[in-house]
């Protein structure tokens, strides 16, 4: 069993920076593929980020390339994502995820573990 309290979210005008963290419980975090998702009012759940427990590989959705950084720290538990240049069409409830696998997947149904979510709105 694996809990995840993501944290780092607010409100930020467009062009600037935040991080978010994902603390997890557990020993066997570091085995674990972890990811971010994001659902923005009346859409559905969409793909950011994520990142493999072997080599740490990484995958990003398109709309984040280049702007988004996923890293974690084993030691400490916790997943990051690094998020600049942010726009207003960023601004979404972000969720971090666990993979019992340890594979960077894309789909949502990968994933066994979800936090609760953190609200990051981007002003313009």
């Known amino acids: 069993q694996v809990q995840l309290v993501e944290s780092g979210g607010g409100l930020v005008q467009a062009g600037g920076s935040l991080r978010l963290d994902c603390a997890a419980s557990?020993?066997?975090?570091?085995?674990?593929?972890m990811g971010w998702f994001r659902q923005a009012p009346g859409k559905e759940r969409e793909f950011v980020a994520a990142?493999?427990?072997?080599?740490?590989?990484?995958r990003y959705a398109d709309s984040v390339k280049g702007r988004f950084t996923i890293s974690r720290d084993n030691a400490k538990n916790t997943v990051y994502l690094q998020m600049n240049s942010l726009k207003p069409e960023d601004t979404a409830v972000y969720y971090c995820?666990?993979?019992?696998?340890?594979?960077?997947?894309?789909?949502?149904?990968?994933?066994?573990?979800w936090g609760q979510g953190t609200q990051v709105t981007v002003s313009s």
């Open positions: 990142i493999s427990w072997i080599g740490g590989h990484t």
């Open positions: 557990g020993r066997t975090f570091s085995r674990y593929g």
């Open positions: 995820a666990a993979d019992r696998y340890g594979r960077d997947s894309p789909t949502e149904m990968d994933y066994d573990y």
